[in-house]
């Protein structure tokens, strides 16, 4: 490479570094020289890197740095200094020193553990505390190695240290804020055969950056050398905002279901157990109910006028044609607040506010529900889940598969099998399964079925065919990123953002 047309283009801060590399190698040491702080440093050697003119390594190592009382004491010395330069070979109360020597009283209790230890004081209880110079006190008035240890540059390679400096660290580690131990890089430079012929050369560092409105106005531009313009030079890659892809996966399965004909369910994730589990006939002694399913809030929710109604058909089944669950229904259990276990809290809600002249009707919902599950690559205990019912007094078990079946086709997915299961609230019931391309099985992705009369004629006040279906999100939109575990979604990894692709099908 022709050295003059590199040297065009190098910047200010390049200029400045690459003097000091044919003596310097360490960067702080090259900061230093360079009259730049470490970051301006580091930036000039990373350009200078990536024109191949120096190689950077990063070696682990421990530095010793200090700490908030650390630096006080570098510009102000020692506390026990203090304390020993206004001693005498005559007993003094402690208050009195402490006064003459300008210190607190919490350092004056630090002060004569470490005097004492050192022989430098002696001691005499009484109603006050009094103190004089001990045996060594005049030798360490002189040289006191914890003094001269905080004198030295900061930060301090701990592999430098020597005997002397280790049993100075080892007492000055004892105390509050003083001197810290911390893992660093040590980053060194080493040239390339370009870079030292480079760095031999003398360059001229009187060069413009940029053009200003100044220059033009003044026609000073005409005097000025101008860096020339690297277009070979690596520049970050910049990153637009963007929603998270799991937001983009739900605007996408929304637009699915709008273009279906189908209207949105919203509604709250607090609910009441009546509105979760009585409503849709889920009997009150139900595993699901427990603590280790369901996640229970305290007080109490105000129970709507149709909850007599629900309870007569637990108990007997009232006009449904059932026998009911023939066990009593409990107030106290319908009144208990939760964490919505499923979204089809929201049809239930949504079949209470329909009349016969609004069929038929078809809703959907996509919403987070709640579950007290053990995490694994298949399981959350919060996962958005996908809702949808048809309200339809045509509607048939084939309609509900051609429904799925048409949305999982439109979702990537080819292979789905839907095989027989139960429900308390739906009879027919069907599990959903799709073929999992990367683990090679089928993974179960929700429940469907056709709505118990017990559920659809006290709550639409009469009887009639409800398709219905409640589908886990996260297993479905995994396999479009090839994940093979649902928690990848939640890492609230920026870098995984922003490289994810975008949901496009």
Same mark, same amino acid.
């Given at each position: ?5 590199? #040297? ?229 890659? #910049? ?16 637009? #699915? ?60 089944? *009232? ?148 398709? *219905? ?37």
């Amino acid at each position: 490479m022709d050295l003059n047309s590199l #040297i065009a283009k190098l910047h200010p801060l390049e200029r400045a570094v690459l003097p000091v590399l044919q003596k310097e190698r360490e960067l702080s040491a090259i900061a230093r020289a360079s009259k730049l702080d470490e970051t301006e440093a580091m930036r000039a050697l990373q350009w200078l890197e990536n024109k191949k003119i120096l190689t950077l390594k990063s070696k682990p190592t421990r530095v010793l740095v200090l700490g908030v009382n650390g630096k006080k004491y570098q510009q102000e010395g020692l506390p026990e200094k203090k304390i020993l330069n206004v001693l005498t070979k005559e007993f003094q109360g402690m208050s009195v020193i402490a006064r003459k020597a300008n210190v607190s009283d919490e350092e004056v209790n630090a002060c004569i553990g470490v005097l004492k230890r050192k022989s430098a004081i002696d001691l005499l209880k009484g109603k006050e505390l009094m103190a004089k110079l001990g045996p060594q006190g005049d030798t360490y008035k002189q040289a006191f190695p914890e003094e001269r240890f905080l004198k030295r540059s900061f930060p301090l390679p701990f592999d430098s240290l020597t005997e002397e400096d280790r049993l100075a660290l080892d007492d000055l580690q004892k105390r509050k804020e003083l001197v810290k131990v911390e893992e660093q890089k040590r980053i060194t430079v080493e040239l390339t055969e370009l870079g030292r012929k480079l760095a031999a050369t003398k360059i001229d560092g009187d060069v413009v950056n940029r053009l200003t409105t100044e220059m033009l106005v003044t026609g000073n531009w005409k005097k000025k050398k101008f860096r020339a313009y690297d277009v070979e030079i690596n520049v970050p890659r #910049i990153f637009g905002g963007r929603k998270h892809f799991e937001n983009e996966a739900i605007s996408y399965i929304r637009r #699915i279901w709008l273009d279906m004909g189908f209207t949105e369910m919203t509604g709250k994730y607090v609910q009441s157990a009546f509105w979760d589990m009585d409503a849709l006939f889920v009997p009150q002694d139900h595993p699901a109910r427990e603590m280790q399913d369901t996640f229970y809030l305290s007080r109490k929710a105000k129970l709507p006028k149709l909850w007599e109604k629900i309870q007569k058909v637990h108990e007997n089944g *009232a006009d449904t044609g059932s026998k009911g669950w023939q066990t009593p229904f409990s107030k106290e259990e319908t009144q208990k607040i939760l964490l919505r276990t499923h979204t089809t809290v929201l049809s239930a809600q949504t079949l209470s506010k329909l009349k016969k002249e609004d069929l038929p009707a078809k809703f959907f919902a996509i919403g987070k529900v709640f579950r007290n599950e053990a995490l694994d690559w298949k399981h959350l205990f919060a996962f958005y889940q996908v809702e949808g019912i048809v309200v339809d007094p045509h509607a048939n078990l084939k309609h509900l598969k051609g429904y799925l079946r048409e949305f999982y086709q439109k979702m990537g997915y080819e292979k789905v099998r839907m095989r027989p299961a139960h429900f308390p609230y739906t009879e027919p019931s069907l599990e959903v399964d799709v073929f999992h391309p990367v683990k090679k099985e089928w993974v179960e992705l929700g429940g469907a079925g056709i709505f118990r009369p017990e559920v659809v004629k006290p709550l639409l006040g009469f009887d009639c065919p409800v398709l *219905a279906w409640g589908q886990g999100m996260g297993r479905i939109i995994g396999e479009y990123w090839k994940m093979t575990d649902v928690r990848d979604l939640y890492k609230n990894d920026v870098k995984q953002s922003r490289e994810m692709k975008a949901w496009l099908r």
